[in-house]
């Protein structure tokens, strides 16, 4: 079936990791990661995947786009740069949105598009920033 969000299956944390971290070096503002790729793979194969309620877009069962919630809060959303602008993400917001009343995430002031996908959505910046993350960049917190 193509183009659809799902659960993501722990076996997919190496497809998951390879989509986040082509994403994060293709995205323009975005700043470097503090962390090697290896670390990441790790990261997210160890911790993120088994932490967090991990959704995927799929187009013909391959994963394009993931978003990790815990709780309320969006931890991460990616989507592949060569399937972003078809909708994954909002797929995957749609998904999130219709299970919780309300959502709060962090993104980096400097990634624009980010910023204008979600006020697209419905977050609005709330006033906060904060630059106690691992890059050390100034992030905006976002609620819907």
Known sequence: MCCVGRRARAQEAGVIADLWLASRHAAPG????????????????????PSCEVWVATECDVAVGMLALKAHRIEQLYVAPASQRRGHGSRLLAVVQGSRASLELWTFESNLGARRFYEAHGFRWEGTSSSDNEERVPALLYRW
């Open 30 to 49: 975005m700043p470097p990661s503090a962390h090697s790729d290896d670390d990441v793979r790790v990261w997210i194969r160890e911790l993120l995947m």
